[in-house]
C-alpha cells in the first residue's frame, strides 16, 4: 500500500527540515476528543508551511506544466486521450450479484459482475444492525482503498469501519482489486489487470446494485485514503446521488510535479505503463482529471479533506517494508498537497471541512481516527447520526 509513495518521500525528507514538524509523540485520544481539529487553516501549522502555502506550492501541486508541450503536440496532431475514454457514461447496465458471503458480524463479501470491465469484483460491505434483514431505506458511504486495491489493507479491519459504524444506519462499501488505479476509468486496459473502468464501475453500476439489493435510498457519500482520496473527490462529480466526498491523507491533485508523479509511481509500481491511464504526462487528461484545477465541479456537495501533519504519534502502526519514518514522510507529503488543495477550493467556494491533525503517520493508526473524525462532515451530509 505505502511502498511506492514512500520510496518518492524518502527523496524529499529534506522538506522536513524546512517544515515545522519535528514534533514529540502525540499521545493516543479518543477520536471525539480529536474532532475540534476542524478546518480553518489559518489555525493550523499550514499557514505558515513554506512547502504547502509558498511560492512553489503551485508548480508542486497542481501546474500542468506539460500544457504548452501538450497544445503544441496536438497543434502537429499528436494523438491524445479523448475525453470520454476516462469518464463513466450517463447511464450503464447495472452491476451484477454474484455472490454474498458472510464474513463477521455486519461485515459481507460482496461479488459483483461489472459489465464495463467484463470481471467479477469483490467487495466488502457493513450492514445496519439487522443485517440482510434490515429493509429500511438507508444512504451508502463508499469507502476507497489505497494504492493496494484494497486487498492487503481491509477498512472494515485495519480501518475500524465494522466496530465504528455498527451503530449507524448506513451501508458502508469497499471494492478491492483496483491496483494503482486512482479509481478511474483507464484509456487502455492494464497490461496485468485488463480493463479498468473504476470510475463507471463506482459511480454508475455499482450503486444501482447497492440501491435495489441493500435498499440504498440513492443518497451516497464517497471516500478514499492515500492514493484514492484525490481521486473520489472526483469521483462525486461524475454522479448527484453523491452529497459528500473526501479524502483521509490523500492528494487532491493528479497535476503538479509531485502530485502527478504520486499517481505515476503508483501505476508504475503495480505492473503497468502509467500512460495508459491518461496518456503521456503531458496530455490534456491529467489535468482533467486533477481535483485541484476542477474546483467549479466539485460545488453543490459537502467535501472533506483530512490529513496529518506526519510527525510521530503512540498510535502508529508497524508496517512490515515500511519504515516509520519513511511513513511519516510519506504523510508529510500528502498534508502538503492537502493544504494547498484547502486554500485553493476554499477561495473557490466549494463548501469544505479541512481537518488538520498535529501528528500521525501514513498507518490505519492514523485513518481510524480521521474516519471518526471526518463523521462529523460525513453524518450530517448523509442524513445519519
Known amino acids: 500500500m505505502h511502498f511506492s509513495r514512500t520510496a518518492l518521500a524518502g527523496l524529499l525528507s529534506v522538506g522536513l527540515i524546512l517544515s515545522p514538524t519535528h514534533a514529540q509523540p502525540a499521545h493516543a485520544q479518543a477520536p471525539d476528543a480529536m474532532s475540534s481539529d476542524i478546518a480553518n487553516i489559518d489555525q493550523h501549522s499550514s499557514a505558515l508551511d513554506p512547502i504547502a ?230 496530455d490534456p487528461a491529467w489535468a482533467q482529471h486533477s481535483p485541484v484545477l476542477n474546483l467549479d465541479h466539485q460545488k453543490g456537495r459537502k467535501t472533506f479533506v483530512i490529513v496529518s501533519r506526519g510527525g510521530p504519534a503512540d498510535f502508529d502502526i508497524d508496517i512490515e517494508d515500511s519504515p516509520l519514518p519513511a511513513l511519516g514522510l510519506n504523510e508529510r507529503l500528502d498534508y502538503w498537497c492537502s493544504a494547498y488543495y484547502a486554500k485553493r477550493a476554499t477561495a473557490a467556494g466549494v463548501d469544505l471541512d479541512y481537518y488538520e491533525l498535529p501528528a500521525g503517520r501514513h498507518t490505519w493508526g492514523l485513518f481510524r481516527r480521521e474516519l471518526a473524525i471526518s463523521w462529523a462532515t460525513v453524518g450530517p451530509a448523509l442524513g445519519v447520526n
Open 53 to 282: 502555502l509558498g511560492p512553489l506550492a503551485p508548480v508542486l501541486f497542481a501546474d500542468n506544466i506539460f500544457a504548452a508541450w501538450g497544445r503544441l503536440l496536438q497543434q502537429v496532431r499528436i494523438p491524445t486521450v479523448a475525453p470520454e475514454a476516462t469518464r463513466p457514461p450517463a447511464t450503464t447496465a447495472p452491476a451484477q450479484l454474484r455472490e454474498l458471503r458472510h464474513i463477521q458480524d455486519n461485515v459481507w463479501e460482496l461479488k459483483a459482475y461489472s459489465p464495463a470491465m467484463d470481471r467479477v469484483i469483490t467487495n466488502d460491505i457493513i450492514l445496519p444492525l439487522g443485517g440482510l434483514e434490515n429493509t429500511q431505506p438507508r444512504p451508502t458511504y463508499y469507502l476507497l482503498g489505497g494504492a493496494g486495491g484494497g486487498e492487503d489493507a481491509l477498512w472494515w479491519d485495519g480501518g475500524g469501519a465494522s466496530e465504528f459504524f455498527r451503530d449507524k444506519h448506513v451501508n458502508v462499501v469497499s471494492p478491492r482489486g483496483a491496483y494503482g488505479s486512482m479509481m478511474s476509468d483507464w484509456a487502455q486496459p492494464h497490461d496485468t489487470h485488463g480493463k479498468y473502468k473504476w470510475a463507471t464501475y463506482l459511480t454508475k453500476e455499482l450503486p444501482q446494485l447497492i440501491d435495489a439489493k441493500f435498499h440504498g435510498n440513492g443518497r451516497d457519500g464517497i471516500a478514499g485514503v492515500s492514493n484514492s482520496g484525490g481521486p473520489a473527490l472526483e469521483l462525486a462529480t461524475f454522479d448527484p446521488r453523491f452529497k459528500v466526498a473526501g479524502s483521509f491523507s490523500g492528494c487532491p491533485s493528479t497535476t503538479g510535479i509531485l502530485a502527478q508523479s504520486f499517481a505515476w509511481v503508483s501505476a508504475a509500481f503495480y505492473g503497468t505503463d502509467p500512460a495508459r491511464s491518461f496518456g503521456a504526462p503531458w
